[in-house]
């Protein structure tokens, strides 16, 4: 996630490139910057920090240029500094470029041209390489030179550029990411999102995977990779601008719960190998005898991500047969838990890198000599630079306080480091490994399925129910305990509902004489390994008048029969059961907030990012 935005006409292209970008700041905010056509230069201004500093720090110093493109960064590859925020230039300083997406054979890239074309970088970023080849393809066209660069570069782009050799001329080419041409008069427009154009115009082409652009102010031409032109189809946006900066939905919260299959896909993007049935984490430099010698893991978390290393721990003591210890890291940071130098691994969960416990315990165990790996969202985060080694989950930006995507992604980043040790030990035979990697492979496809249409209404139905109700318990047990712990807490951050997760077999040692005629239950009972056990518990619950909704396999009617409601999964190996079944009670949560009138997006009283403590 990043945002562009695009300008070519007769007005000034500062004031529209940097409004349009405050439009697209929460597709990620971490730096910015703009490159405007300067006669025979291009003019490049960019900046770590907001778009505000960098307007602050800009507007006046330029004179007024009319043709632009503008870039807000989410940092995927390469920290957030000044040199690493886009545009980026080539060495000659005539080609400038903004992209979204991920360039994944970057590094081969750029090595040939560094080694045997003689470019210079500057910037650690795998954007820098579409710059240094449209220098290097250039004959006099610049979207010719777009066409041979995007016919070598391998992984997911929107991506626009302009040329001092070329004034009034943008280009742009997409694919996994997208970009739409904006049409006005006598002046056209690009942009990631229609967000960035609604001040300016409503009008527009939606860029499909292949298809390139040129842009003037008088003409927009639309190709096909071959040279064939396209006729397209204008597309008129209805959406005020709001809805539109939510893709078109209500809240943050839901188009963040819908992004979740393409999260997913991009977390596991270059980390698993259907083929070979492998995990590769590269990335990380721990030396293997390093693993191997492990004794101990520690999960340390807050909230939702606290959540997520439970499920973490059954992966790792699974997969690669480690001990693995889940603590909150407010709790960890003042028991003087036992480190031990070369025999515990610290793993910080965190999507904002930034939680004040979380870092605490960071630095409480590197300061006895314990190797941290955080897992988190955020590029070039406290927790990212503090941390020995990172796994970044690839969620894009979370904007709703109530984390979702994240949780998915964290999810997901926990399975890769079980396999990865798994492997690494020698714990976990290959066939069981590479059907584990299928599995993961499957899930992006598996998530779409639950989010279709049809399913989202028989949860919204179940949800107003419950919304009339103060109380509601989640129960479940293994790793459905571990998603009832998740559902629990959404549901109380945003509907204010009270809600408690207990562990299904301790229902009988207390919480069952809570349980009153018609009161909400939601059971987790997606592992099939201990699917009687659940029943019984369901059985508990029934007999005392409380009103059970289920989370159940597909193809289980007969549980279905014995409670009130039931939402069926699609079949999946129980250890990654959790990455689907978090999925309900997410939307659960959230049609039951709405019903209720509630704040989605900010519940009351608390904040995104918990940077104290
Ligand atoms: O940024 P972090 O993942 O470290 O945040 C941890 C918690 O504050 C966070 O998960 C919180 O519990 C969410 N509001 C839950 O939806």
């Known amino acids: 996630m990043c945002g562009i935005v695009g300008y070519t006409g007769p007005r000034e292209a500062f004031d529209i490139l940097i409004e349009g970008l405050k439009k697209l700041e929460y597709r990620g905010y971490d730096s910015a910057g703009l490159a405007l056509q300067d006669g025979d230069r291009i003019r490049v201004v960019k900046a770590a920090g907001s778009i505000a500093a960098l307007e602050k720090r800009v507007r006046g110093q330029i004179k007024p240029l009319q043709v632009g493109l503008g870039h807000t960064r989410w940092a995927t590859h390469g920290r957030p500094t000044d040199e690493n925020a886009h545009p980026h230039l080539s060495c000659c300083g005539n080609f400038a470029v903004v992209h979204n997406g991920i360039i994944e054979n970057y590094s081969a890239l750029r090595d040939w041209l560094r080694d045997e074309k003689g470019h210079v970088f500057r910037s650690e970023t795998d954007t820098e390489v579409l710059a240094h080849l449209l220098e290097e393809f250039y004959a006099g066209d610049l979207l010719e030179a777009l066409r041979r660069t995007a016919e070598i570069v391998e992984g997911s782009y929107a991506m626009a550029a302009l040329s001092a050799h070329e004034p009034g001329r943008l280009v742009c080419a997409r694919k996994d990411s997208p970009l739409i041409i904006g049409l006005g008069e006598g002046e056209n427009y690009i942009a990631s999102d229609i967000t960035a154009l609604l001040s300016h115009t409503r009008r527009a082409y939606i860029l499909e995977d292949g298809e390139f652009a040129s842009v003037t102010a008088e003409e927009v031409k639309i190709s096909r990779a071959g040279g064939e032109i396209l006729q397209k189809e204008v597309f008129t946006v209805k959406w005020d601008a709001v809805a539109a900066e939510k893709g078109g939905y209500n809240h943050f919260m839901l188009k963040e719960i819908m992004e979740q299959p393409t999260a997913v896909r991009e977390t596991l993007r270059q980390r698993i190998d259907t083929a070979a049935g492998r995990v590769n984490l590269n990335e990380l430099n721990f030396a293997p005898e390093e693993l191997c010698a492990l004794e101990k893991i520690y999960i340390i978390a807050c909230g939702t991500a606290y959540h997520a290393g439970l499920v973490g721990k059954y992966a790792i003591e699974k997969l690669a047969g ?21 025999k515990h691994l610290v793993i910080t969960v965190s999507q904002s890198g930034e939680t004040a416990d979380t870092l605490a315990a960071l630095r409480l165990a590197r300061r006895k000599g314990v190797r941290v790996l955080a897992v988190t969202n955020v590029v070039g985060s406290s927790v990212a630079r503090e941390a020995d080694e990172v796994l970044y989950t690839r969620a894009g930006p979370e904007i709703a306080v109530a984390s979702t995507k994240a949780y998915l992604t964290q999810l997901i980043a926990l399975y890769l480091v079980a396999l990865y040790l798994g492997d690494l030990r020698k714990a976990l035979p290959s066939e069981e490994a590479a059907r584990l990697v299928r599995d993961l492979d499957r899930l992006p496809g598996l998530l779409k399925q639950i989010l ?31 998603v009832a712990m998740e559902g629990s807490l959404k549901l109380k951050e945003i509907s204010y509902i009270h809600a408690e997760a207990y562990a299904a077999g301790e229902l009988k040692h207390g919480p069952l004489a809570l349980i009153t005629e018609g009161i909400p239950v939601i059971v987790l009972a997606t592992q099939e390994s201990i699917l009687d056990k659940t029943l019984s518990n369901i059985q508990e619950v029934n007999a005392r008048g409380g009103a059970v909704f289920a989370v159940i396999p597909e193809g289980r009617g007969e549980i279905a029969r ?22 309900p009670l997410q939307l659960i949560a959230y049609y039951a907030a709405v019903a209720r009138g509630c704040s989605v997006d900010k519940p009351r009283n608390l904040a995104k990012s918990v940077t104290v403590e």
């Open 322 to 342: 480690l001990p693995v210890e889940v603590d909150l890291a407010s709790e960890f940071r003042y028991r003087e838990p036992i480190l031990l130098k070369q």
């Open 452 to 482: 279709a249409e049809e399913r989202l209404s028989e949860l919204r139905a179940y949800a107003d129910r419950l919304a009339r109700w103060e109380n509601a318990f989640f129960l479940g047990r293994n790793l459905d305990y571990a």
């Open 562 to 583: 014995q409670v009130e409601g039931a939402f069926y999964l699609p079949p999946v190996k129980d250890l990654l059961a959790p990455v689907l079944s978090a999925v």
